[in-house]
C-alpha cells in the first residue's frame, strides 16, 4: 500500500524502535511507497511513513 510521506519535523526525530518479524507489512509499504515516489527519492525510512522503526528500503540504479 502506497502511503503519505511524513513531513513533521517532531516526529521524523522520534528514537526508532527495533523492528519484528511482524514488522514485514511495513518493508511492503515502504517498497510500494519508494516506487510511487522513485522521481523524487532513492530510499526511505519507516519513518517516513508513519512507522517508528528500525526499517529501511534503498532503490540502486543502474
Known sequence: ???PIVKDIFLLQQKAEPAAKSDLSVGQDLQDTLLA????????AANMIGVNKRIIIVSVRL
Not at 515516489?37 to 526511505?44: F, H, P, Q
Request: some cysteine.
Open 1 to 3: 500500500m502506497v502511503r
Open 37 to 44: 515516489n522513485r522521481d523524487i527519492c532513492l530510499g526511505m
